[in-house]
């Protein structure tokens, strides 16, 4: 079955370090990709999108995220982050042609910023 | 625009019990979806409706029913709630099913 793996389950970082978290996805054939921010007792809100061109992707909020085919991946990056991007990040694939029309996504990466 | 509404927003049942939690969306989305959120677990899906008139299960339908009212409404139904459905759950929306969703502000249910 197709699935997402996120590498970090929570990562600590003190302000204007950079963050990147891990996305790979298990899926052979056209996908679109997507990073999600849950901030504490909130929804997930949509980061990031990716569906077609280049594959350096800039999000709301100073994020970005690279698509790289050949290494199934898409991982999210912020060169300097603040205290108030503590939250849960969620990566998620949508796929054509797949079994499952919807979204899969990975269990998530906790991210704690000290100040 | 609302976007994704839900209610109710809490619930607390007791064992044995039903209700049903209620997602309206103003976006003239086709596909619909409920989610429950556990902790260490992400997201998983329960149903979801890639058009009005269609739904299909998810990853964890067992004990839940839903109902795609019209193009709007998505109604998620616990017809005997037990206390492994404590959870939180959310609804979201999409243009289609390969395009970002959209995702309402939770019901967080406990089941006693």
């Known amino acids: 079955a197709q699935s997402v793996s996120q590498h970090n389950h929570h990562v600590i970082l003190s302000e204007a370090a950079s963050l990147e978290l891990g996305c790979n996805y298990s899926?052979?054939?056209?996908?679109?990709l997507f990073w999600y921010v849950q901030y504490p007792g909130q929804h997930l809100q949509l980061l990031l999108k990716?569906?077609?061109?280049?594959?350096l992707v800039k999000g709301i909020k100073g994020f970005e995220a690279e698509f790289i085919k050949s290494k199934f991946s898409f991982n999210l990056r912020k060169p300097s982050v603040q205290w108030s991007d503590t939250a849960e990040y969620f990566c998620?694939?949508?796929?054509?042609?797949?079994?499952?029309?919807?979204?899969?996504f990975g269990k998530g990466t906790k991210l704690s910023v000290k100040p | 625009n609302a976007g994704v509404t839900q209610t109710p927003k809490f619930q607390v049942l007791k064992t044995g019990q039903s209700m049903t939690l209620q997602c309206a969306q103003d976006?003239?989305?086709?596909?619909m979806y409920w989610y429950r959120q556990d902790p260490g677990m992400g997201l998983r899906l329960i149903y979801y409706s890639a058009s009005e008139g269609t739904t299909d299960k998810g990853e964890v339908p067992n004990g839940y029913n839903v109902s795609r009212l019209n193009k709007r409404e998505f109604s998620l139904r616990l017809e005997s709630a037990a206390p492994s459905q404590t959870s939180v759950y959310f609804c979201?929306?999409?243009?289609?099913?390969?395009?970002?969703?959209?995702f309402g502000p939770g019901t967080r249910l406990t089941v006693t």
């Open positions: 998620a694939v949508s796929l054509y042609g797949g079994s499952q029309g919807n979204l899969i």
């Open positions: 899926y052979g054939g056209t996908v679109n």
């Open positions: 979201a929306s999409s243009k289609g099913e390969v395009y970002e969703q959209y």
């Open positions: 976006m003239n989305h086709n596909s």
């Open positions: 990716y569906f077609s061109g280049d594959p």
